[in-house]
């Protein structure tokens, strides 16, 4: 029998950060294993806690990243995530997203010493990792709260996020009534990646699901299903991406044994009524890819 030796849970963001936030995600390790992690377009703030973490606590910013990576998690680890929606990153983070983009940094580099040291230490005290949950988005609340919305969030790019996932660069900018270089600006600056890339890797989640959702299915049905030109096409970006064929991706995934809950973590979704929501919209990639991201290790 296989345990699971990563437990996860999703959580609804409160309506305080639900406009900046697409999901809270909580992790906890209880033996060493290796996992892959699926590349998203999106900027994650990230809370480690155990072995891994120097001092045993530390705080980073993911940027956009393009490729999968290959991990190993150790035991003891446990780990809040606030996955940012498309075009938040400046907003929460202070920078836009394309400044971190295929980066990661510690967070005293974004928010200063100070701001960071307060996180720490409250954090420090966190009781459970609920608690850690409250912390984080206690924390994320207050930096929305000085924002200026209008600037947080690109609207041009949000419009093209949610049309590129069935039309051509070209096609979405006359539709917007801008250049392509335009767009092609504006879109990296609050995504992090530029629209091609992010068309890439909207293919690839769905394509990827696809293929674990329905084993029975052709590569050839699933690439002409997902967006893909051809088989070839859709094997070119797998490599591409993960660096394997998409066969051997699955093969690793399938490998990863994961699930469970993480015990005392739970909150129903809320209306998003807070004051940045009303002032800017938000998009998740989930809604990009109408539902077909893969969510996996």
Not at 107 to 119: E, K, N, S, Y
Request: with cysteine; proline share 3%.
């Amino acid at each position: 029998m296989h345990w699971s030796a990563v437990h996860r849970n999703r959580v609804a963001p409160s309506a305080s950060t639900a406009a900046a936030v697409a999901a809270l995600l909580v992790e906890e390790c209880d033996r060493d294993i290796s996992l892959v992690a699926i590349p998203r377009p999106e900027t994650h703030l990230v809370v480690r806690f155990g072995p891994s973490a120097r001092s045993g606590l530390d705080i980073h910013a993911f940027g956009v990243q393009q490729s999968v990576r290959r991990k190993l998690i150790r035991a003891g680890q446990r780990t809040v995530m606030a996955r940012l929606h498309l075009g938040a990153a400046e907003a929460v983070l202070g920078v836009a997203a394309s400044a971190i983009a295929g980066r990661v940094l510690a967070l005293d580099d974004l928010w200063g010493d100070a701001a960071t040291r307060r996180l720490s230490d409250r954090l420090a005290g966190a009781r459970s990792t609920i608690d850690a949950v409250a912390i984080v988005e206690s924390a994320i609340a207050e930096r929305l709260a000085l924002v200026d919305a209008g600037r947080a969030h690109s609207y041009l790019a949000l419009r093209a996020a949610d049309r590129l996932v069935s039309a051509n660069v070209r096609a979405v900018a006359v539709e917007l009534g801008v250049s392509e270089r335009h767009l092609r600006r504006v879109f990296r600056e609050a995504v992090g990646v530029g629209p091609k890339a992010f068309s890439k890797l909207a293919r690839f989640h769905r394509a990827l699901r696809a293929a674990r959702e329905d084993s029975r299915a052709s590569w050839a049905s699933i690439a002409a299903a997902t967006g893909y030109c051809d088989q070839a096409h859709l094997i070119g970006d797998f490599r591409a991406i993960a660096g394997v064929t998409p066969r051997a991706l699955l093969g690793e995934l399938a490998q990863t044994w994961t699930g469970g809950r993480v015990p005392g973590i739970a909150r129903p979704s809320q209306a998003n009524d807070g004051t940045f929501a009303r002032n800017a919209s938000s998009l998740s990639f989930d809604s990009v890819v109408e539902g077909g991201t893969y969510e996996g290790p």
